[in-house]
């Protein structure tokens, strides 16, 4: 069982109050310290599909599990129905752990949920997780930032509240402005999306990675084009959760790939971008 380190005044889960907690993307270790002591305290914990069930069992014994997922190709349960279920656990002064995958308030309607406390008149606490954009990426070596490559990135999710990718999102924009785009939820309308950008002017060329999994044992990486994209992911046979990100950082993996690298491969290159003169640069 994990500890938490001590001399510190970690909070008190309060009886009626919610917690909501991001577990990270899968690896229990990517779970944040406030998040095992809210597991190690809590009377109840609701959890997504996207949340790595090893962390459950950091839980005490007697804590009760309530799924609030996706099982068995039934519908998931209504926003509404979960909402309403985490007040119910407040109201009976239970200490309620509301445990999502990823970061709450990233495509994860965490904010809805604790809109919902807030008007039924609920404590809670937010606790930040590692995002799947980030930290999904870091996993596959991609870092969603690089000095040479983007001063700017965007996370955009694939579908909008009607299941088509979002037409709120201006494509021609992103395509025009933005170096790296990172998609959540995206496998069914990827068609739409790379269609979007290449028609917003985006090279066919431009390099892409599909994580699957990432960070958990089952980790993918499928690394492709713009162009390739739609029809490589068809031929993978992908499975679910997947990360997309398009953008030149993705070649960052030929060098920074650490997990092909801890068993003793060597880096594809030592200068994908094309921009280092061999020495170390001013890191100023
Ligand atoms: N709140 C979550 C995102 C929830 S939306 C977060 O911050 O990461 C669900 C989407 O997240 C999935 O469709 C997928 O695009 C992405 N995702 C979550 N976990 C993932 C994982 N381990 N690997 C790849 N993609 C993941």
Redesign the pocket.
């Known amino acids: 069982m994990p500890t938490l380190p001590a001399n510190t005044d970690w909070p008190v889960m309060q009886p009626g109050w919610v917690w909501l907690v991001?577990a990270g993307?899968?690896d229990a270790g990517l779970l944040t310290l406030h998040g095992l002591n809210a597991i190690q305290q809590a009377d109840v914990i609701v959890y997504d599909a996207?949340v790595g069930e090893d962390i459950l069992k950091w839980a005490k014994p007697d804590t009760q599990i309530d799924y609030a997922g996706k099982r068995g190709g039934k519908p998931s349960p209504k926003q509404r129905d979960i909402s309403l279920k985490l007040i119910e656990y407040a109201k009976a002064g239970k200490r309620v752990l509301r445990l999502?995958?990823?970061?709450?308030?990233?495509?994860?309607r965490?904010g809805e949920e604790a809109q919902t406390l807030v008007e039924a008149g609920v404590n809670f606490r937010i606790v930040p997780?590692?995002?799947?954009?980030i930290?999904?990426l870091a996993y596959a070596g991609i870092p969603v930032t690089h000095r040479d490559v983007n001063q700017a990135v965007t996370f955009v999710?694939?579908h909008d509240a009607s299941g088509n990718a979002p037409s709120a999102v201006n494509w021609r924009a992103l395509a025009e402005s933005s170096p790296v785009i990172v998609?959540?939820?995206?496998?069914k309308t990827l068609p739409t999306i790379v269609a979007s950008l290449i028609e917003g002017g985006r090279d066919g060329a431009e390099p892409v990675a599909i994580?699957?999994?990432?960070?958990?044992s089952n980790?993918n990486v499928l690394e492709t084009t713009l162009a390739c994209a739609v029809e490589d992911a068809a031929a993978a046979t992908l499975a679910?959760?997947?990360?997309?990100c398009i953008g030149r950082v993705t070649l960052m993996r030929q060098t920074l790939d650490w997990m092909s690298q801890m068993t003793g491969e060597a880096p594809r290159s030592l200068d994908p971008l094309g921009v280092r003169d061999g020495d170390i640069r001013d890191v100023s």
Do not use: E, H, W
């Open positions: 991001g993307p899968g996207l999502k995958g990823g970061d709450p308030f990233v495509f994860g965490g997780g590692i995002s799947a954009g930290g999904g999710t694939g998609c959540y939820m995206s496998m994580v699957t999994n990432a960070t958990r980790q679910p959760p997947a990360i997309i």
